[in-house]
C-alpha cells in the first residue's frame, strides 16, 4: 500500500466529533477503524494518538488551574484512546492502550519497549494521556511518541484539509501549502504545531502529513502516498 514500515496517526478530538463538535460520531470512528485495519492487513505498524478537543480544551479555561485544566485535557484523550480502541477492536482488529501515569486496570504504563513488544504483534498501539506532564499538548506528545518508537512519518488527521499561509476559516483567500518546512512553520507563526513539538520534529527529522480527516479513505490515501493534504517537511 505505502512506503511506510510504521506511522503514528494523530487524530484530531474534533474531527472523531463529526459535525456536532463534541462527543464521537460514530460512523466516523468506524470509518477510521476500518482504515487503520487495512493498513495493519498490509504489514504496517500504526500507532495513535487523540487529542482531547472533542470534550475539554484546558487553555480555553480562564476560571480554574492550568495545571489542573491540562490533566482534565489529558483524561480527556484517555476517553478517546479507549474509545476508539474499541472501535479498532469491533473491526476485528488487537489493540492497547498506554498511558504515562496509571490508571487502574484501564490502561498499561507506556514503555518503548511495550509499545515496539505490541506493533511487533500487530497490535495498534494508542498513546493516551499525553505527556503526563502540564504545559505540553497532544501536538507535543504526538511528536515524542513519534520520536520514541522510531515511526517513519507523523500522519496528522484533522478538520482542516493542510496548511495555509493564514486561518482558512478567516481568509478566504488563504493559499494551501503542497509542502512545506517544518522551520518555515515556526518562522512563520502557522500554528499547526506548538513549538516544543516543531523542534522535537527539526531536530529529530521526523516528517509529517497533515490531511483532512472526513475526506473518503484520506488515511489509506495518504499512506498509498496520494496526500491531498500538506507534506511537512524536516530535511
Avoid at 518503548?112 to 494508542?126: E, P
Avoid at 507523523?154 to 478566504?172: H, K, T
Avoid at 507563526?189 to 483532512?212: H, R, S, T, Y
Wanted: glycine share 8%; aromatic share 6%; proline share 3%.
Amino acid at each position: 500500500m505505502g512506503k511506510y514500515k510504521r506511522v503514528l496517526l494523530k487524530l484530531s478530538g474534533e474531527a472523531l466529533s463529526g459535525d456536532k463538535g463534541t462527543g464521537f460520531d460514530e460512523p466516523t470512528c468506524v470509518s477510521v477503524a476500518k482504515q487503520i485495519k487495512a493498513l495493519v492487513e498490509d504489514n504496517i505498524q500504526v500507532s495513535v494518538v487523540i487529542g482531547g478537543g472533542n470534550f475539554w480544551r484546558g487553555r480555553s479555561s480562564e476560571t480554574i488551574d492550568r495545571t489542573k485544566a491540562d490533566q482534565i485535557g489529558m483524561m480527556a484523550t484517555v476517553m478517546n484512546c479507549i474509545y476508539m480502541s474499541e472501535i479498532c477492536r469491533s473491526t476485528g482488529l488487537m489493540t492497547q492502550v498506554l498511558t504515562p501515569f496509571a490508571c487502574g486496570s484501564f490502561t498499561k504504563l507506556f514503555s518503548k519497549d511495550r509499545a515496539h513488544k505490541y506493533m511487533s504483534k500487530g497490535m495498534v498501539v494508542f498513546f493516551a494521556g499525553g505527556t503526563g506532564h502540564p504545559y505540553f499538548s497532544t501536538d507535543t506528545a504526538t511528536a515524542l511518541r513519534a520520536v520514541e518508537i522510531e515511526a517513519d512519518i507523523i500522519l496528522a488527521a484533522r478538520a482542516v484539509d493542510g496548511v495555509y499561509d493564514s486561518d482558512p476559516a478567516v481568509n478566504p483567500q488563504a493559499v494551501k501549502y503542497d509542502t512545506i518546512k517544518m522551520s518555515d512553520i515556526v518562522e512563520h507563526q502557522l500554528g499547526v504545531v506548538d513549538l516544543a513539538a516543531a523542534v522535537l520534529c527539526m531536530e529529530n527529522k521526523m516528517p509529517m502529513c497533515v490531511f483532512k480527516l472526513n475526506e473518503k479513505d484520506s488515511i489509506i490515501n495518504t499512506v498509498s502516498g496520494a496526500c491531498t493534504g500538506t507534506i511537512i517537511t524536516v530535511d
